[in-house]
């Protein structure tokens, strides 16, 4: 029978569904492997072409690493939180549950219609409770730890209690908030529980403070950065604005530097390991404090100081201005009166530009001047103090010197608002910031006049320690993590109010799960959705109304995935202990400072409280590209007043006519030649279309653009399975090119690997289709195909090279079929090479090749033998007076007199010289052959 792949597929699929197929214990004597996918958001959609892309590779080498006897967890789950399933919620009023759980039948059905080995049976979502029970637990554990600097690792609060009711706040070296206390033990033990508490929160790892987010008035929540697009929310294209508000935060900047060093220690891509470097962003300089001038204030201030950071504190004397955030605390106390409306304008503005966007703008020049003045703490010159949106409050202390002889920015803000500019070092050119490589000499700077950078850096420093004005300090871009998003749909926070102040809910209340409420809407107070539940409040108090962010169920799912049902625990230690971390994880590099960042910081934490084995949580990452759309365009006739008509000119006569171009749905679309009843029918107004036609067709526009409805690119891979295939599917997207690198889908070129996997059935069968295998023993050629192809793959898969591969074994099956090769020695180890590519049609195969009920999936994968690949013989060109006329196997082992007696000896040779004597032979050993006559 000729390759039904429909009936093949749907077969192979229900076997290993029901037979579990995929399925892996925690324990075997096979060496473990864990292969993990970047779980996907189930949106209503469904899957496209590009999103399986990274699945079929994952698949590929996990069922590779099961042929080569590892025992392989490759398992598959949803992160089902969200804002698009609230935002459908709030506009139908349908629970965010039921489209979730609708969303993830659609995904599941189409996984499993492309065959991927998953083990089903550690599927996990990350809106269950029975998951989000366990990401409640983590939250609990950070916030009942503290990093200890001293041991850098967290350590649990009571330690610090202990320390505290023993010590006081002597010894203490942890990671904590700037205003923490200094008291002795007695101090500590007066101290009002309330106090207690309040102190403690400085210290723990998840924390509660003011801080500066992207709010969206019209979808009611906080925005992460990169859901932030030009002031205007990602989805819905709503504004968004700078609002302090009460945030949950945890302190990830506790493991920064061991962020920093682990990423040595992991086999992922370059480029993103210095993504995540720029972003942590250690540098070493100082922290200076700027006495504030009180002369010219009107009202009371809390502080004596203003901080800032810099890396050049050698160039404090080319000070010249301070700038703070707009969102500095400080701002409202040291505007006066005459800059008040300045102030307020500027912030109003500043609250419509995202952090991003802020820290992207390098051109625009904009700022306000405060009124106030702080004083150089080694000069006592006054100051003018400034604020500008390209200072941001969450990045070191809110606050910056400006020195605008040394740097760009300053220069230009100089310039623009007429402020002085004063030169420090005589090598320096205002308009450049200053080489610290240098030795110039310093000027108009009496301290330290005629030092090198490093002389006059060690007595800056030195100076403003000794004045207390300032120390040595080592600093980091990146800010502690916003923990709390004002949505419905996501994990309750397990804390309580009490007098104003967080408390844990005991772990005998988790889950705590989500209310039912009335609307997904902020209240009409503007509390968060919660605050609409009824009859759900603490018995001591009050809930958090906030969830947690996206994030929270993402930063530690690969290990529920190692025991994924375990209610008793997120994983049992033998469970982690036996798989450890991720071998290979595959997912897209827009996660960089986002899900990958935090998974790393949640699992150095779990290692630290001994609950996990491994620093760092995943071995090898691969970014797999982009399949981008190719968008196919139709071209709308012009008339002379400029509107557009209902004919349409084909791609070819462009330039006869004037036209405006239209997206056209690329599934009526093939080979570029537009369906033109199709199309009819594409759109209403397309019902009486007319055409201008080149050659009785008509000619599409090509262009490559991001996959998206809008742009009617999208292609269903439901679409290519009906028509070709899974196998089809899976081998054309590896057949794309690099998995690293974006292509985009070209469905014209799928038909070539459809046609490849008929050939390779077609060997396994005769002209009448029937199963014809052979128990022959092979041939040196055909053993030679077989183990090149080996090789070839094994060396390809291990380095992720799978695009190659698939033309490799279009190569092998036209060699094996020029020899008409039937040979079971030869076509049983073929199916298990091909297998991790086109697990339905070899598993077929397999079984009507006689081996055992059950699945290929477990065989022995083919050991690779050089000797078969050792040239003993060479294929020679028999050339009769300079044309070639056959070809002639010969051992490459004769010398010339023998060569020339077997190729005279050949039959067929003999017929082309017409048994004429020749007149000359020339032998080029293992090249050619040639016969004068």
Not at 64 to 90: C, T
Not at 211 to 237: H, I, M, Q, Y
Request: charged share 25%; with cysteine.
């Amino acid at each position: 029978m000729d390759y039904q792949f429909k009936d093949i597929e749907q077969k192979w699929q229900q076997f290993w569904a029901e037979n579990q197929t995929f399925k892996v214990e925690n324990n075997s004597a096979k060496p473990k492997y864990y292969v993990m996918d970047m779980f996907p958001y189930p949106s209503g959609a469904g899957l496209h072409v590009g999103h399986p892309l990274g699945y079929i590779a994952s698949d590929i080498f996990a069922r590779y690493k099961r042929l080569r006897g590892f025992n392989v967890l490759h398992p598959m789950g949803y992160d089902s939180f969200g804002l698009p399933a609230e935002q459908y919620a709030i506009q139908t009023g349908q629970h965010p549950s039921i489209t979730t759980e609708s969303n993830i039948a659609t995904y599941r059905r189409q996984l499993d219609q492309i065959g991927f080995s998953f083990d089903w049976s550690r599927e996990v979502r990350t809106s269950s409770p029975d998951y989000y029970k366990w990401t409640q637990w983590i939250f609990m554990q950070l916030f009942n730890s503290w990093y200890n600097k001293a041991a850098d690792k967290a350590e649990s609060i009571d330690k610090l209690v202990k320390h505290f009711e023993t010590s006081g706040s002597k010894g203490i070296d942890a990671v904590s908030d700037e205003d923490t206390s200094t008291f002795t033990a007695d101090e500590w033990k007066a101290l009002p529980l309330k106090t207690q508490q309040e102190e403690l929160l400085k210290y723990r790892l998840t924390y509660l403070r003011e801080s500066t987010v992207n709010w969206c008035a019209a979808l009611g929540t906080v925005l992460a950065n990169d859901e932030v697009k030009d002031g205007f929310s990602e989805r819905g294209g709503y504004p968004v604005e700078q609002k302090k508000m009460m945030q949950w935060s945890m302190r990830i900047t506790a493991y920064a530097d061991r962020l920093l060093q682990g990423l040595d220690t992991i086999d992922w891509p370059e480029p993103l390991k210095e993504m995540q470097r720029n972003w942590i962003g250690k540098s070493t300089g100082a922290s200076v404090r700027f006495g504030i001038d009180k002369t010219t204030l009107q009202s009371p201030i809390t502080t004596d100081y203003i901080e800032v950071f810099t890396t050049r504190v050698d160039t404090i004397f080319g000070v010249t201005f301070l700038v703070i955030a707009p969102e500095h605390e400080l701002v409202a106390a040291l505007t006066t009166p005459e800059q008040k409306a300045d102030i307020d304008a500027y912030i109003t503005q500043t609250k419509k530009k995202s952090e991003l966007d802020r820290m992207a703008d390098t051109k625009t020049v904009s700022g306000a001047f405060t009124g106030s003045y702080v004083l150089n703490p080694l000069n006592g010159e006054k100051i003018p103090v400034w604020i500008a949106d390209y200072v941001l409050a969450g990045y070191g202390t809110g606050a910056v010197m400006a020195v605008p002889s040394g740097d760009q920015r300053d220069y230009l803000f100089a310039k623009h608002f007429n402020l002085p500019i004063v030169p420090i070092i005589d090598i320096q050119n205002i308009e450049t910031e200053a080489d610290p490589t240098k030795e110039g000499k310093y000027i108009n700077s009496d301290f330290i006049n005629g030092l090198s950078y490093k002389e006059a850096t060690a007595a800056v420093v030195a100076k403003l320690e000794e004045i207390g004005a300032g120390k040595a300090k080592v600093n980091f871009r990146m800010r502690d993590a916003i923990f709390g998003r004002q949505r419905y749909w996501g994990e309750p926070v397990p804390v309580y109010f009490k007098d104003g102040l967080p408390y844990l809910i005991d772990e005998t209340e988790l889950p705590l799960l989500l209310p039912e409420i009335d609307k997904y809407l902020p209240t009409e107070t503007g509390e968060p959705p919660l605050g609409r539940a009824t009859d759900w409040k603490h018995p001591e108090g009050e809930y958090e109304l906030s969830t947690m962010p996206g994030w929270a169920g993402s930063s530690w799912y690969w290990y529920r995935y190692m025991d994924a049902h375990n209610d008793q625990e997120f994983a049992s230690k033998e469970a982690i202990e036996y798989w450890k971390d991720v071998d290979l994880y595959i997912g897209g590099s827009e996660h960089a400072t986002g899900h990958l960042l935090y998974s790393r910081f949640w699992n150095k934490f779990l290692k630290d409280l001994g609950f996990v084995v491994e620093e760092e949580p995943f071995k090898k990452l691969i970014n797999q590209g982009m399949i981008q759309g190719r968008s196919n365009f139709v071209y709308r006739l012009i008339d002379d007043e400029g509107r557009g008509t209902n004919t349409f000119v084909s791609h070819g006569l462009l330039d006869q006519y004037k036209t405006s171009p239209l997206h056209v749905d690329v599934n009526i679309v093939e080979n570029e030649v537009l369906n033109l009843e199709k199309f009819k029918k594409f759109r209403p107004e397309f019902e009486n279309a007319e055409f201008i036609l080149e050659n009785g067709k008509y000619i599409c526009g090509v262009e490559v653009e991001k996959m998206s409805k809008s742009k009617f690119n999208v292609v269903n891979p439901d679409d290519i399975i009906e028509r070709y295939g899974a196998d089809t599917l899976r081998m054309y997207e590896m057949f794309l090119g690099p998995l690293e690198q974006s292509k985009p889908w070209n469905t014209n070129g799928i038909e070539g690997v459809f046609k490849f996997l008929r050939k390779f059935w077609r060997l396994f069968h005769d002209e009448q289709w029937n199963f014809r295998v052979t128990d022959e023993a092979p041939s040196k050629a055909e053993l030679k195909a077989l183990h090149k192809i080996i090789r070839k793959v094994e060396e390809d898969i291990e380095r992720f090279s799978f695009n190659t591969s698939v033309s490799s074994f279009m190569i092998a099956v036209n060699e094996l079929t020029d020899l008409k090769c039937t040979k079971r020695g030869i076509l049983q180890n073929m199916v298990i090479i091909l297998a991790p590519y086109a697990p339905h049609i070899t598993e077929e195969l397999w079984a009507l090749l006689g081996n055992p009920a059950g699945s290929l999936s477990y065989a022995a994968y083919p050991v690779f033998n050089p000797e078969y690949l050792v040239e003993d013989e060479f294929a020679y060109p028999i050339s009769i007076n300079g044309k070639t006329k056959m070809n002639l196997n010969i051992s490459l082992s004769l010398d010339q007199k023998d060569v020339e007696a077997f190729v005279l000896a050949n039959a067929d040779v003999q017929k082309y010289i017409d048994g004429k004597t020749p007149k000359k032979l020339i032998v080029v050993k293992g090249r050619i052959v040639n016969i004068v006559v």
